[in-house]
């Protein structure tokens, strides 16, 4: 059975922080990692992918991998009131096509 | 990015009746998937649907409860079956092989409510 976990929060940083949200998974073989973002009522979007070790930024984001700890974390910059939304992980198996997702970590960004 | 539609967006429906949703996007893509997100819960996968046969169906779903079509590479739909109360979700597609070829996006999904 694979497993993704996450911290389910909430998480709360003043405007302007870093915001360090982390997920584990189970399942050694994994191959591609995402993180969503997801507002209330609105569904799913796609905001990181990673599917090798390191670091990988994209403006205010960076995704990090660890495949060795079955590790990922994404850390949000200058976070903004905005980015108040539930982070979720989702991880694929030995292939590359069906996601199991976390159950999401809840981030609140006071001004 | 390809723009992604779901029909209907939401509906209530009454127990022991059964709903079709339909999921449209405006590109070819390799893959179609179907999800349900419970109140308060993550996604569980339903299944994927495969083009021209039949879906491959992940472990507590099953084709009689949940019927997926997949016709062409842009368009499939899902059935719920034999409605009850449980089956009260949100129901998205996603789709993968656009720019990033393994990456999912998701439709705006279906609110479903069963009275």
């Known amino acids: 059975q694979k497993e993704v976990e996450q911290n389910s929060g909430p998480l709360s940083v003043p405007e302007g922080a870093i915001a360090s949200l982390n997920c584990t998974y189970s399942?050694?073989?994994?191959?591609?990692f995402f993180w969503y973002r997801q507002y209330s009522g609105k569904s799913p979007e796609l905001i990181m992918s990673?599917?090798?070790?390191g670091d990988k930024e994209d403006g205010r984001f960076t995704a990090q991998l660890n495949k060795a700890s079955q590790y990922v974390s994404l850390l949000i910059r200058d976070s903004q009131p905005s980015d108040s939304a539930t982070y979720l992980c989702?991880?694929?198996?030995?292939?590359?096509?069906?996601?199991?997702f976390g159950k999401g970590t809840m981030l609140l960004v006071s001004p | 990015s390809a723009v992604i539609s779901q029909k209907p967006s939401r509906d209530i429906c009454q127990r022991g009746t059964s709903l079709t949703i339909q999921c449209q996007v405006d590109?070819?893509?390799?893959?179609m998937f179907w999800y349900r997100q419970q109140p308060g819960q993550s996604l569980t996968l339903i299944a994927t649907a495969n083009q021209g046969s039949e879906a491959t169906y992940e472990s507590g779903f099953v084709i009689d409860k949940f019927p997926i079509s997949r016709p062409n590479l842009t368009f499939s739909t899902l059935t719920v079956s034999n409605m009850s109360p449980e089956d009260s979700s949100i129901y998205l597609c996603?789709?993968?092989?656009?720019?990033?070829?393994?990456?999912?996006?998701f439709g705006p999904g279906t609110r479903l409510t069963v009275t």
């Open positions: 996603s789709v993968q092989g656009l720019a990033g070829f393994y990456e999912q996006y």
């Open positions: 399942d050694r073989v994994s191959q591609s």
């Open positions: 989702a991880v694929t198996g030995s292939g590359y096509s069906t996601l199991t």
């Open positions: 990673i599917y090798s070790n």
């Open positions: 590109s070819q893509v390799t893959m």
